[in-house]
């Protein structure tokens, strides 16, 4: 499975994606089926894409010296707050509710929601460290030298979790959306 593994993948299989073959991404939003649940799940995933884009370009204008670092070290704790937060709380509904009842729908994708639980693992590891470089830069806010060291291994850190986030998430949406297209929304609350 390493070759599916979230740091080195390119994507789903084609044998995970024969639903997406019958309702393709550009056609999701005009689909008879595209309802509440859906949009909820596709905005979620557009939150985190905009919290993320939020803290790189903050840490890269604060690397730039445009940005005060009392409001970067603000907006670190708070856009990281809710976006670690966030995340557990998205991945733990989808691997505890979700995942479970999605996966028996088709039998053909069931491998699919495997690979993205491990990519929820995976992600983890990489909230860890996350975490702790957040925790580091607001540490160091009142030390500008100090604070644009630690701003540095910071924004390394996000181009890192936005990759990975950003494929999990293509995948996800790739391998859910025409799941409920297909079979609805009965059965998931």
């Known amino acids: ?10 994507g789903l299989p084609d044998a995970l994606r024969v639903l997406l073959e019958d309702y ?6 005009a689909a008879p089926g595209f309802d509440g649940l ?4 596709l905005d979620r995933h557009l939150t985190f894409r905009r919290l993320m884009d939020e803290m790189r370009s903050s840490t890269e204008a604060l690397i730039d010296h445009n940005q005060d670092p009392e ?5 670190v704790s708070r856009y990281g707050g809710m976006f670690v937060n966030g995340l557990h709380e998205h991945h733990t509904i989808e691997d505890t509710y979700y995942f479970p009842k999605l996966s028996q729908r088709d039998t053909r994708i069931t491998r699919g929601f495997d690979i993205l639980d491990s990519d929820h693992h995976a992600i983890d590891g990489h909230l860890n460290t ?4 957040a ?17 540095g291994a910071f924004q390394a850190q996000l181009s890192t979790m936005e990759r990975l986030l950003n ?3 293509l995948d996800e949406e790739e391998l859910i959306v025409p799941v409920i297209l297909k079979y609805g929304t009965v059965g998931l609350g």
Do not use: C, D
């Not at 859906?38 to 799940?41: H, Q």
């Not at 830069?137 to 630690?150: F, G, H, M, P």
């Open 24 to 29: 393709p991404r550009e056609g999701w939003e």
């Open 130 to 133: 996350f975490v702790e470089q």
């Open 71 to 75: 409001r970067y070290r603000v907006m």
């Open 1 to 10: 499975m390493t070759e599916l593994a979230l740091e080195t993948r390119k």
């Open 135 to 151: 925790n580091t830069v607001i540490s160091k806010a009142e030390e500008r030298s100090a604070l644009q060291t630690a701003a």
């Open 38 to 41: 859906i949009r909820f799940w």
């Open 167 to 169: 494929r999990h998430l």
